[in-house]
């Protein structure tokens, strides 16, 4: 699988690539000035954000995407996928009942995320724009996706430091904003408030690299289902 785009030789993750790390999805999409790309592709990487999901599987239109099943709160890194219309679908794995379809469109040399979110009674699909750019040397770049249907919107913030994310509402994206890469505590909270959310502590974000922090599950829910955050490396330069 290879591709170039705007010079930036990357090489994008293989079909049924999984992260079974709990808390992190690392991205197989590198930097580096023997791996390319070819098009015509777009990329896309693939979350499973329902809190009350069993185990799913993914497809583009009849080509199932992944080998094993994506557990809620994991995901598929990138892989390659023919530009155009195309139709996306979850199902559950084993039971082979349809969860969600709709139908996306992807443009060649563009990378995307596609969230399952919501319950699984009232699905959604949720397809994001993943505006890759390579961050300043030693700088780390990071946004926030609120996929949680009833948190309402959301900041996201260094603890004891700078906002990163501001008014962020359910199935948007932040833009990707730099800052020098280091461990960190994030919070996630209640927007243009100090009421936090979600805490994910000792967050490794690495410089050149670009990252995104998910909001995920149900404000209301005490289980399994309440409120968390997951971070995905989307790439990491080297």
């Known amino acids: 699988m290879k591709y170039v785009q705007q010079n930036l030789k990357r090489r994008a993750g293989i079909v049924g ?19 390319y790309v070819e098009p015509p592709a777009a990329l896309i990487s693939v979350i499973n954000a329902s809190p009350d999901a069993q185990p799913v599987n993914f497809f583009l239109d009849q080509n ?5 099943p994506i557990s809620y709160g994991h995901g598929l890194d990138y892989i390659r996928a023919f530009p155009g219309k195309r139709t996306a679908s979850f199902s559950t794995s084993g039971l082979s009942q349809k969860l969600k379809s709709d139908t996306i469109s992807l443009v060649d040399k563009k990378f995307y995320t596609i969230y399952l979110t919501n319950v699984v009674s009232k699905p959604d699909i949720v397809l994001l724009a993943d505006s890759i750019v390579k961050p300043d040397a030693g700088k780390t770049s990071l946004r926030l996706v609120n996929v949680s249907p009833d948190a309402g919107a959301v900041d996201l913030a260094i603890k004891g430091g700078d906002v990163i994310a501001s008014n962020t509402a359910y199935k948007k994206a932040s833009l990707f904003k730099q800052f020098d890469g280091n461990t960190y505590t ?37 289980d399994d289902k309440k409120l968390s955050a997951n971070v995905q490396n989307n790439v990491y330069y080297y």
């Open 17 to 35: 690539m999984m992260c079974l790390l709990a808390g992190l999805l690392t991205s197989c999409l590198k930097n580096h000035d023997s791996d």
């Open 64 to 68: 199932q995407a992944n080998t094993f």
């Open 186 to 222: 994030l919070e996630i909270r209640k927007a243009g408030t100090n009421t936090v959310l979600v805490t994910l502590t000792d967050v490794k974000l690495i410089g050149n690299t670009i990252n995104t922090v998910w909001l995920q599950g149900l404000s209301a829910a005490t």
